[in-house]
């Protein structure tokens, strides 16, 4: 299984101020035949289920703020709130889904409010 | 409105059953592969179980092979989850979540709101 890691587990960030996550993969998620990253970011609140943020590490999904965006490559990846808002406050979670269907999920990451 | 809409979920001893279902709506089910995925509480997200849309191709996390089974009926746009011989460790929000409409992207664009297994006694 391929074990995906995240940093930090929780992070506290001004209103307005830029957050940022990051998680790693303990292989390559980068398939070679397209040059695409297999790795998504969800969002998940208080008492809700995840919503799906940013597929093929960097592409948003329909509606999502463009204030979120994701970067990165291979094993290592990021995910950047550029203003934080009061809304943003929840847990974030990578996943990847180079080995199919067995998908696995980061730890996820808790954002808050200083 | 496309929605999942989960159920089933309750208190359960172990060694007991329990089947979940989740009710699809809005959108064509059949042309989609669908997942369960679990939360325990306080914890992260765990793929448990996957299958395609026609229900012809099944899949499972180890932790679950051999004692849950997936299963869809298309005409009536329900997934179902069996789990038998139930342990604490199964204790969790039971999700649905649909795949992606890319045919070898498995990343879930649409999640049901989750019901609540509870294994003890």
Known sequence: DIVMTQSPDSLAVSLGERATINCKSS???LY?????????????KPGQPPKLLIYWASTRESGVPDRFSGSGSGTDFTLTISSLQAEDVAVYY???YYSTPQVTFGPGTKVDIK | EVQLLESGGGLVQPGGSLRLSCAASGFTFSSYAMSWVRQAPGKGLEW???ISGS????????????RFTISRDNSKNTLYLQMNSLRAE???VYYCAKKTTHPEDWY???WGRGTLVTVSS
Request: proline letters at 0%; one cysteine or more; a negative charge.
């Open chain 1, 94 to 96: 990578c996943q990847q």
């Open chain 2, 90 to 92: 199964d204790t969790a």
């Open chain 1, 32 to 44: 070679s035949s397209n040059n695409k990253n297999y790795l998504a970011w969800y969002q998940q």
């Open chain 2, 48 to 50: 448990v179980s996957a």
């Open chain 1, 27 to 29: 292989q390559s998620v």
């Open chain 2, 108 to 110: 879930f664009d649409l």
């Open chain 2, 55 to 66: 229900g012809g191709s099944t899949y499972y996390a180890d932790s679950v092979k051999g």
